[in-house]
């Protein structure tokens, strides 16, 4: 995944300059604008698969922006949990990124 030419690329034209946590939030903007379509019923898709389709929930987004990190050179992980989403009428699960910063 992280040999992908397009996928590096991608990454590099995102990062862009600055801070850590400035690189950081640049990949964060570029992983929210490039999953067009929100996909609830998607299944743990990779980070290559779901920068290639363009698609999925809150698992593919952590898991693209994971990826995207690691290949700038910043430490990531993956944390999933549970929140409180009036839209959803209760507790639901979801996964959102960590960076070392």
């Given at each position: ?31 929210r ?43 990531a ?25």
């Open positions: 995944m992280a040999d992908d030419p397009a996928l590096r690329a991608w990454v590099e034209a995102a990062v862009g300059e600055g801070t850590v946590a400035q690189r950081a939030e640049h990949l964060r903007l570029a992983v604008s490039h999953i067009t379509t929100k996909d609830l019923g998607k299944g743990d898709a990779s980070a290559l698969e779901t920068f290639r389709t363009r698609q999925g929930d809150c698992t593919e987004h952590a898991t693209l922006l994971a990826a995207a990190l690691r290949i700038a050179g910043i430490p992980r993956i944390q999933v949990g549970l929140v409180y989403a009036t839209d959803y009428g209760g507790w639901v699960g979801h996964a959102w990124n960590q960076a070392y910063i």
